[in-house]
């Protein structure tokens, strides 16, 4: 019973995802109209069949705007995932399977650094340099790497002391071969689930970002960036924050089903 | 817990925020840009530039600026804003009141919510409502605090007309007022994290009530309400404490973002404003206070999840 509950939320998940997915690619090549062309024959145009979700405030489709807004969103967060993860698995590993006075200082860096909320710590980032989407993606990219490099270090001190690993060293593998080798392919499975719950942050963080201003910058849309240039007009305008905020939603709610399920 | 631990906890804690406030202070110190620079303009004098260096301390060693800066922040004193030319502490005291009483009641709404949700849940659990609640909840866990604030002005404000979307009102003015603005916006922050913690204490119920203590609870003739509120759920509460005391400190944190939705001037409107006007002793100031609540409360989580779970002071 509670398998094929956890099989269907999988496939719901999945069915969502590949759709998310399908609607980006597709918008790499042919969106419905130009997304940045404006036309002030449709300001804040409603519904209609040629426009699904309506214009903007400069008459812009909203349904190809959320095409290629998505597709930054959405690399935005990988890229993000990315660098967390990188740096966070050779924090981790290095700093779980060697241990000592270099992990005792890292680790207490890292547990200063997860006391700040990680939109807190973009900000900060994003703060000291220029708003920009290569600033953001790096401020994310280091706001995540604290909570990575904990995951893989605690993995690598759960088995580096495991028989394989014994093995794997009798039979005179180095160091560096047995981490990267043979630890870490056994952290797959911690790791994946957390890579992503590490995307859906991301992408909520980048959407919160864009959404105060100083996330992806104009003219390029993303998600969060639409719904903050929608804050003026939800009175005549409802359909233009709703939208981008649906797809945002079935974006992160696709991702948080397949990793209920690997869970 | 006894008291050594709280105290070798204590000092831990002492240790980080000290850490914390040496980490804020060096990104500050290294990143490009002159202080004395940016306060004059382009077009002082050379001379002058000198002189307001000295003034602001700034040709000092590192160590010893970071020294007596870290001294009066602890003091109370936080400098003096660049762009503001008034005190940091002032205009921070100021704001304080209102994103404490956003997130108090944000707190206050995931609480209230859980607790009586999750344990129905896990009373009916497989039934219709259950299942129900279950996929709502999955939903409502996507849902961006931001987002969720929108939807509540144009569903609350602007279709049932119950609020007015931005029109928010000072504490100082009408407290009773506020109050029931901020309940908006504490809403749309208390709702991700309510589905979140809905979603951990169902599952940890339902995982403690397979316990034999649970079945001997269950075979006394208690029925299951009982057994799941004055047996399982004590035990239950462990995992979900310490969720809770993360999402305090996120819910302090992301109502930087729900200020904007719901145009409240406090700490994160100057927080915002500050950074882009490059004033870096605000922003310092609330990247110290922000952080340091966040590593409070856990502390303070730590030593309720000893209290409530006698097996964690035993062990290490």
Known sequence: MKRRKKNLNFHIGLTISVVMLIMIVVGLFYTPYNPEAMNSALKNAGMSLAHPFGCDNFGRDILSRIMVGSRTTVLVGLATVVIGTFFGIIIGAFTGYFGGMADEILMRIMDALLAFPSILLALVIIGLFEPSTWNLIMALGIAFIPSFARIVRSEFLRCKNMDYVTAAKLNGAGDMRVMFVHILPNTIKVLSSSVLIGFNNAVLAEAGMSFLGIGVMPPDPSLGRMMSEAQSYIFSNPGFAIFPGMILILIILGISLIGSYLE | ?316
């Open chain 2, 1 to 316: 817990m006894n008291a050594k631990k709280i105290i070798k906890k204590f000092i831990f804690m002492l240790l980080t925020l000290l850490l914390v406030s040496f980490l804020v202070f060096l990104a500050f110190a290294i990143i490009p840009g002159d202080p004395a620079v940016h306060k004059l303009g382009t077009q002082a004098t050379p001379e002058s530039l000198e002189a307001l260096r000295e003034e602001m301390g700034l040709n000092r060693p590192f160590f010893a600026r970071y020294a007596s800066w870290l001294i009066s922040f602890v003091k109370g004193d936080m400098g003096i804003s660049y762009s503001y030319n008034l005190p940091v502490g002032s205009m921070i005291l100021d704001k304080l009141p209102i994103t404490l009483t956003m997130t108090a009641l944000a707190f206050m709404f995931v609480l209230i919510i859980t607790f009586p949700t999750g344990i129905l849940c896990a009373k009916h659990n497989g039934g219709k409502l259950d299942r129900f609640i279950v996929i709502l909840n999955q939903i409502m866990m996507s849902v961006p605090s931001f987002f969720g604030g929108i939807l509540i002005t144009i569903i609350f404000g602007v279709v049932l007309k119950l609020f007015m979307p931005g029109g928010y009102i000072s504490y100082t003015k009408n407290f009773t007022k506020f109050l029931g603005y901020m309940c908006f916006p504490a809403i749309a922050i208390a709702i991700p994290k309510a589905a979140m913690s809905i979603k951990l204490l169902r599952s940890s119920i339902l995982s403690e009530a397979e316990k034999d203590y649970a079945r001997t609870a269950y075979s006394h003739g208690n029925t299951t309400g009982d057994v799941l509120i004055h047996h399982v759920l004590q035990n239950a509460m462990i995992p979900v404490v310490t969720f809770l005391g993360m999402a305090l400190a996120d819910i302090f944190a992301g109502s930087i973002i729900i200020e904007q939705v719901f145009n409240i001037p406090g700490m994160g409107r100057i927080l915002l404003s500050s950074i882009s006007n490059r004033d870096y002793p605000v922003v310092m100031a609330i990247l110290v206070l922000l952080s340091s609540a966040v590593i409070i409360i856990n502390f303070i989580v730590d030593i309720v999840y000893g209290i409530i779970d006698p097996r964690v002071s035993q062990d290490d």
